[in-house]
């Protein structure tokens, strides 16, 4: 494993300030939105080119296209005396066109996920308009790609008022995967010769609150398989839904956080952790029969005895039942004294609809070797355990 880029460069959006999506990589380039300066870069064997020269634009949530040599973008024009316009663009990669950018879609407030088919001939993207945020209302769209690179014939597919469509993934075979409210829960669903049905219905959360773009919950293996990570009852959990059989099959990973995943050619790429180690990209055969690191292992940050394990419980909360992770002291060396119980910080994430995860974590383990027990709570409006529950706040 090597660097793509290095100094001065670093691999950073800030549209909606949050950013996400800031490089996609495809046939040996990467493409990528550089901190300083907010424009677009191609790297590959040779130094990082740049390619657009912008001050005004920002972009974000990267896509090459298969079929033309240029890239989609969500772009951000900040204007004088006016709020930033959000849309969807392409811009060229090559000859003459190369840096050229090209509004496709706009007349939203909001724009996320550009993903283009494998043949090139359709492209997938997400859009929402204020007051609602992505998780209450995106709509997912399709449209056709004409010969001049204009997008046509849209159709939305999913998404609105009853619930936002999250991460739209194309198969080789044309169907087009996304998440999506089922019930009182975010499922991963298929568009299928015009047709959408669920993949596996099951009371877990795959869709996510979409704070910061290209975030993802799973990947393509093949058409009709796909690997993924949900959340229930505070805990990640990792498998496989079968489109076919319509079954869900839970994989022992030893993650208890899960992040972001990708599929390449040979490997899925995971960004997960567990409660005794930082979070940290590993890799995984296609078939789910072996994990590996992407780079050497590291030495332990702390000693196994001085790792605080989350414990989850359930508490009253008005009506419904609220969770908490609960991090007691830990220590090899160290104990309180007997019968006195250890001083105790409540944390409560942001969002609101963020989640307390699992997962180490330094700012919590530096006070749970120093005596401290840690409460981090998982209040009414909190993610990964339905609906009805993130919009009780």
């Not at 019930?183 to 609150?209: K, M």
């Not at 993924?228 to 869900?248: H, L, N, P, V, Y």
Request: charged residues 20%.
């Amino acid at each position: 494993m090597s660097d793509v880029i290095g100094p001065p460069f670093s691999a950073r959006s800030k549209v909606h300030e949050y950013g996400g999506g800031q490089f996609a990589a495809s046939d040996g380039r990467v493409c990528f939105v550089n901190d300083e300066d907010q424009d677009l870069y191609l790297a590959g064997a040779a130094a990082p080119v740049r390619i657009t020269k912008t001050p005004d634009t920002r972009f974000a949530d990267l896509a090459f296209d298969p079929a033309h040599p240029r890239l989609y973008s969500v772009t951000e024009r900040h204007r004088p005396s006016a709020p930033p316009q959000n849309a969807i663009a392409a811009v060229g990669l090559e000859g003459e066109s190369q840096g050229r950018t090209e509004m496709l879609l706009a007349g939203r407030d909001f724009y996320a996920s550009p993903r283009p088919s494998p043949d090139g001939s359709r492209l997938a993207w997400l859009a929402w308009d204020l007051p609602a945020m992505p998780w209450e209302a995106a709509e997912l769209w399709v449209g056709q790609i004409a010969e001049n690179g204009a997008i046509i014939e849209a159709v939305r597919i999913a998404g609105g008022p009853e619930g936002g469509a999250f991460q739209p993934e194309w198969a080789e075979d044309g169907a087009l995967y996304f998440a999506a409210p089922n019930g009182d829960w975010g499922n991963l669903h298929v568009w299928r010769d015009g047709v959408v049905q669920p993949v596996a219905r099951l009371e877990a959360e795959f869709a996510r609150p979409l704070w910061s773009l290209g975030m993802s919950s799973y990947a393509v293996l093949e058409s009709g398989r796909l690997i993924a990570a949900c959340w229930r009852d505070g805990r990640s959990e990792f498998g496989i839904a079968d489109e076919k059989t319509g079954t869900w099959t839970p994989l022992t990973s030893g993650f208890t956080r899960i992040d972001d995943l990708t599929a390449g050619p040979e490997f899925v790429a995971i960004n997960g952790s567990d409660d005794e180690a930082p979070g940290r990209v590993h890799l995984i055969a296609r078939d789910a029969s072996a994990f590996q690191p992407a780079s050497q292992e590291e030495t332990p940050v702390l000693a196994a005895g001085d790792v605080s394990h989350a414990r989850i419980l359930a508490f009253q909360s008005g009506e419904s039942e609220a969770w908490v992770l609960f991090y007691p002291p830990a220590s090899e060396r160290f104990a309180g004294p007997n019968g006195s119980l250890p001083p105790l910080i409540v944390s409560a994430h942001g969002g609101p609809t963020g989640m307390a995860r699992r997962g180490f974590a330094l700012d919590r383990q530096y006070w749970t070797t120093r005596g401290f027990a840690f409460l981090d709570v998982d209040y009414r409006g909190s993610s990964g355990y339905g609906l009805t529950f993130q919009r009780a706040l």
